[in-house]
């Protein structure tokens, strides 16, 4: 079982940056591939960031490629999402996610991972 909290959600004006923390409690967080994912109101719940076990690999959605950072702190059990250059369209519930497959590939969809957070919420002034 894992359990995941998510911080560093909170207001932030249009161009400015968050950095987003997830603590992951258990023994198997370095082997788990981690993903974040939001939902913005009225909308489905879409992929942001994956990160594999080693955190080696990466992946992003486009909309946030370039300007966000998604990396691990294996020692500390902590996942991490640096948004940066923040448009409105960002505002969301932000989640992580952990699979529960060990050593896994990184993973787009939602069905890939098991165990979820509570969300933080991300709202970008314009």
């Known amino acids: 079982q894992v359990q995941l909290v998510e911080s560093g959600g909170g207001l932030v004006q249009a161009g400015g940056s968050l950095r987003l923390s997830c603590a992951a409690s258990?023994?198997?967080?370095?082997?788990?591939?981690m993903g974040w994912f939001r939902q913005a109101p009225g909308k489905e719940r879409e992929f942001v960031a994956a990160?594999?076990?080693?955190?080696?690999?990466?992946y992003y959605v486009d909309s946030v490629k370039g300007r966000s950072t998604i990396s691990r702190d294996n020692a500390k059990n902590t996942l991490y999402l640096q948004m940066n250059s923040l448009p409105p369209e960002d505002t969301a519930v932000y989640y992580c996610a952990a699979d529960s497959r060990p050593y896994s590939n990184p993973e787009r969809s939602a069905h890939d991972y098991s165990y979820w957070g509570q969300g933080t919420h991300v709202t970008v002034s314009s």
């Open positions: 258990g023994r198997t967080f370095s082997s788990s591939t």
């Open positions: 990160i594999s076990w080693s955190g080696s690999t990466k």
